[in-house]
């Protein structure tokens, strides 16, 4: 929470969102939805806020959305989408029992990477829902997905494969889903990555 409230004074728009003590993911989704805080909100088709379960020990957060996700208006629903949703089954999970999510609510154009200042104005919003969900475990899915939420330069390679924290909470970053469909040599080291996750939730691997 204070993190929060340190980013949303630096950006001097505090004043435009609830009080934490009356804010539900709803009310934030109703801000996201109408932001225009940075250049995306010409370009995007819909705002992709995230989805699952409000009280969920595990959240999974990706970078931004893809075409399909613009589209659609929901996170990881393309390719890399049904590949992550392999994944969190064989953590022995249902998407409707995690909430999945993207540093970025609006699609950069062409898919490039995010710019800093579009990370700067948009992740006080993921700060916020992170706030509200108070997930045990988030898994974080990339680079720039990872170097949001850990203080750190390296790239997803060397960041990988242990716990970092964030506010309080575990944090394992893990190569995205869309880097497995190019590389499947990568799918051993995350398998890995999320058994540890798994560990740590209490679930058994096979």
Not at 10 to 21: I, N, R, S
Not at 136 to 161: D, F, P, Q, W
Request: proline share 6%; with cysteine; charged share 25%.
């Amino acid at each position: 929470m204070k993190e929060y409230v340190a980013e949303q004074l630096e950006l001097g728009f505090l004043e435009l969102t609830a009080p934490f003590d009356k804010m539900t993911l709803e009310k934030l989704r109703a801000e996201v939805m109408a932001c225009t805080r940075c250049e995306l909100h010409k370009t995007r088709q819909n705002v992709v806020f995230g989805e699952g379960n409000e009280n969920a020990d595990l959240v999974f957060i990706g970078e931004a959305p893809g075409a399909e996700e613009d589209q659609q208006g929901r996170p990881f629903v393309g390719a890399a989408g049904k590949l992550l949703t392999k994944i969190i089954e064989a953590m022995k999970f249902t998407r409707e029992e995690v909430y999945i999510a993207n540093v970025l609510k609006c699609r950069p154009p062409n898919n490039r990477d995010p710019l800093p200042n579009e990370v700067t104005h948009c992740k006080p919003f993921l700060t916020r829902q992170l706030e509200l969900i108070k997930p045990k475990v988030i898994c974080v899915l990339g680079t720039h997905a990872a170097r949001a939420l850990i203080n750190s330069s390296e790239g997803i390679t060397r960041m990988r494969g242990q716990f970092y924290m964030y506010n309080g909470i575990k944090v394992m970053p893990t190569f995205h889903p869309a880097y497995l469909l190019r590389n499947d040599s990568a799918k051993r080291p995350v398998w890995s990555d999320v058994q540890k996750i798994m560990a740590e939730l209490g679930k058994q691997s096979k």
